[in-house]
């Protein structure tokens, strides 16, 4: 069973700060997706990372894949308020073709 | 593109009724998923179709879930009997291809079995 781990589940973090979420898998893959969520509505593609090594921006994110060490991580680079939601990432087993995600890590961004 | 469009997009009913959920992929999208999500469990996967075709169902949580998928632009999820533990949200997705392309989510259902 392909595990998907994030950490941290819950982030508190002020407007200005850095901060990086980690995404951690248990299976050889080299396709991840990022999602954001805003509460009571649906999930948002970000980032599209299929390749060891891969790096995608947007604003004020950037995510990365080293699919070596099983691991992405997700980089907020001085957060403002509107960054404020949860954060997916989502594997797909090379062997496979469902999204398998993690629990999430809810962000809050304050003053 | 108008997206995944869901409905309902809330559904309320009583325990032991039966609950049809519908979801109308994008246009040009041969895969489809259903998830499910709640505070506890996170994202479940419960379906997968490819080519109106069901691949995997093992995420099915019983006998009393169902999916179809009668052509390309169109599913559904049925529950019969519904219980109080079936109260999620549940999402369905769509992409292109089998692999390595993002899914797109539809608004969900908001499913409340009282």
């Given at each position: 069973e392909l595990?998907?781990?994030?950490?941290?589940?819950?982030?508190s973090?002020?407007?200005?700060?850095?901060y990086?979420i980690?995404?951690n898998?248990?299976t050889?893959?080299?396709?991840?997706y990022w999602?954001?969520?805003?509460?009571?509505k649906?999930?948002?593609?970000?980032?599209?990372?299929?390749?060891?090594g891969?790096?995608?921006?947007?604003?004020r994110?950037?995510a990365?894949?080293?699919?070596?060490?099983?691991?992405?991580?997700?980089h907020?680079?001085?957060?403002?308020?509107?960054?404020?939601?949860?954060?997916?990432?989502?594997v797909?087993?090379?062997?496979?073709?469902?999204l398998?995600?993690g629990?999430g890590?809810?962000l809050?961004?304050t003053? | 593109?108008a997206?995944?469009?869901?409905?309902?997009?809330?559904?309320v009913?009583?325990?032991?009724?039966?609950v049809?959920?519908?979801?109308?992929?994008i246009?040009?999208h041969?895969s489809?998923?259903?998830?499910?999500q709640?505070?506890m469990?996170?994202?479940?996967?419960?379906?997968?179709?490819?080519?109106?075709?069901?691949?995997?169902?093992s995420?099915?949580?019983?006998?009393?879930?169902?999916?179809?998928?009668?052509?390309?632009?169109?599913?559904?999820l049925k529950?019969?009997p519904?219980?109080?533990r079936?109260?999620?949200?549940?999402?369905?997705?769509?992409?292109?291809?089998?692999a390595?392309?993002e899914?797109?989510?539809?608004?969900?259902t908001?499913?409340?079995?009282?």
């Amino acid at each position: 069973e392909l595990k998907v781990e994030q950490n941290p589940l819950f982030l508190s973090m002020q407007e200005g700060k850095n901060y990086t979420i980690y995404c951690n898998y248990s299976t050889t893959s080299d396709r991840l997706y990022w999602y954001r969520q805003d509460p009571g509505k649906s999930l948002e593609s970000l980032f599209v990372l299929l390749s060891n090594g891969a790096v995608k921006q947007e604003g004020r994110l950037m995510a990365s894949l080293d699919t070596k060490a099983r691991l992405s991580t997700l980089h907020i680079t001085a957060a403002v308020h509107d960054l404020s939601a949860t954060y997916f990432c989502a594997v797909e087993a090379n062997s496979g073709y469902a999204l398998n995600f993690g629990k999430g890590t809810s962000l809050l961004v304050t003053p | 593109d108008a997206g995944v469009i869901q409905s309902p997009r809330h559904e309320v009913t009583e325990m032991g009724q039966e609950v049809t959920l519908r979801c109308k992929p994008i246009s040009g999208h041969n895969s489809l998923f259903w998830y499910r999500q709640t505070m506890m469990r996170g994202l479940e996967l419960l379906i997968y179709f490819n080519n109106n075709v069901p691949i995997d169902d093992s995420g099915m949580p019983e006998d009393r879930f169902s999916a179809k998928m009668p052509n390309a632009s169109f599913s559904t999820l049925k529950i019969q009997p519904s219980e109080p533990r079936d109260s999620a949200v549940y999402f369905c997705a769509s992409r292109e291809g089998t692999a390595y392309t993002e899914a797109f989510f539809g608004q969900g259902t908001r499913l409340t079995v009282v």
